[in-house]
C-alpha cells in the first residue's frame, strides 16, 4: 500500500470523527502525533546508516549532528587512515568534563579519540583528536519535522500503520475537545497498536548473537 496523501488521510479520519469544521485540529493532530510516536520509537523507516564525519582542524573535538537527528543507534566508531576501529565509549556530559577537563586549552594533550558524549546538538570527543584524518561513523534514527496539510503527498505511517496512527490522532483530538472518554478509549487503542507495531519491528531487526570468550 502507498503512502496516502494529506488530503487522502483527513478524509480517512473523517470516516470516523465525521465533524468538518475542525479540519485545522485534525492536520495539527496529525503533525503532533507522528512526531510523538517518531520520538517514542526508532522506526525502521527512519534509521541513517553510517553517517560519517571528520574534523577539519587539529584542536577542534566536536562533530554537528545532523539538523534532523532523534535517536543514536549502536556505536560511534572512529577510523584511523590505515582503517583501523576504536569503538568509542558513551560518557555523561558530567564525566565527559571531568576526564577532559579544558579541551579547548591551546596545549591540550591530543590523542585518538576514545569516549564521546552529546551535548547540545554535538558529539564531543576525547580525547581532543591529534589528527584530521580520523574518520567517524554512527547510525541515527532521523526526525522529519514536516507538518502535514492537505497537499501532503506521503503522510508518514500510513502505508503500514494508518489504522494506529488514525486512532492515536483521534485520541489527541477529542482530548483537545475535551471529550474525555472518547480520548482515553481513542488513545488506548492507539497505544495497543504502537507497542504491538514497536514490538514488531524490534523482533524484525533483533539478533541472537553468540559471545566470544577469550582466555581462561
Known sequence: MDKLTGAEFYTYILNVFKRTDKSTEVFEAITDMIMEMK???????YKVEEYTQAIATIGDYKLSLPTNFQHLIGKIRCYDDNGVERILTKRTKETFDRLYPNPHASDVNTNVPQDFCIFSNQILLGDVPDSIDYYYEFSCSTEEGEEIVTGTTDVPFTDRYRKTLRQLVLGELYA??????????????????LGAIMASETFNVDATESVDYQGV
Not at 520520538?39 to 523507516?45: A, H, P, V
Not at 474525555?180 to 492507539?190: I, S
Open 176 to 193: 483537545n475537545l475535551g471529550y474525555d472518554e472518547e480520548a482515553q478509549k481513542w488513545k488506548a487503542l492507539g497505544d495497543q497498536g
Open 39 to 45: 520520538l517514542l520509537f526508532s522506526f525502521e523507516d
